[in-house]
T-cell receptor, first 114, second 112 residues
């Protein structure tokens, strides 16, 4: 069964550094998402991406964050100048269409900012 | 604002039935989803309701009442492996956005 993959599984970085989280969505999917989950808290929407542009972003997704689809398979989340409060599990998800009822989630990248 | 409420924790016995409730108040509504999440893992899709009524899928069923802003997930013949968090999520609009708004999740402990 096709699946969303994410690398790395765990990233440790120092405060102020930049990190890039990578995702490979399911190959025929057209809509891509990033969510985050701070330990013990709920899953929060960050951004949705379609047709090579952001379709919606939350208030969390400020200028510190950016997304890119650099080639036909990867979808990346860049976090500049990381802060302690950016420590969380970051999930990538994809769906076939915008109205597809199922979003498939990747296994997540645990980001730890020290 | 967007608000989705679920009980924080529930306990049930192996072989029994458990119902996990979810109430929501969102600016729009275009479907309600239930996901299962084991500790440290990704959410996995369980069910979807967009019209009122009951959707059955094996041991799992989900119910929706749009007028009441209410849903429940029913798990039958509980197994130990069903111990997990169950996340209620609302899609507030369709189209290119398709974002999911999640509740805090209900941690279900299944005991022998």
């Amino acid at each position: 069964e096709p699946e969303v993959t994410q690398t790395p599984s765990h990233q440790v970085t120092q405060m102020g550094q930049e990190v890039i989280l990578r995702c490979v969505p399911i190959s025929n999917h057209l809509y891509f998402y990033w969510y985050r989950q701070i330990l013990g808290q709920k899953v929060e929407f960050l951004v949705s991406f379609y047709n090579n542009e952001i379709s919606e972003k939350s208030e969390i997704f400020d200028d510190q964050f950016s997304v890119e689809r650099p080639d036909g398979s990867n979808f990346t989340l860049k976090i500049r100048s990381t802060k302690l409060e950016d420590s969380a599990m970051y999930f990538c998800a994809s769906s076939l269409t915008g109205d597809a009822y199922e979003q498939y989630f990747g296994p997540g990248t645990r980001l730890t900012v020290t | 604002g967007q608000n989705i409420d679920q009980p924080t924790e529930m306990t049930a016995t192996e072989g029994a039935i458990v119902q996990i409730n979810c109430t929501y108040q969102t600016s729009g509504f275009n479907g309600l989803f239930w996901y299962q999440q084991h500790a440290g893992e990704a959410p996995t899709f369980l069910s979807y309701n967009v019209l009122d009524g009951l959707e059955e899928k094996g041991r799992f069923s989900s119910f929706l009442s749009r007028s009441k802003g209410y849903s429940y997930l029913l798990l039958k013949e509980l197994q130990m492996k069903d111990s997990a968090s169950y996340l209620c999520a609302v899609r507030d609009k369709g189209g290119a956005t398709n974002k999911l708004i999640f509740g805090t999740g209900t941690l279900l402990a299944v005991q022998p």
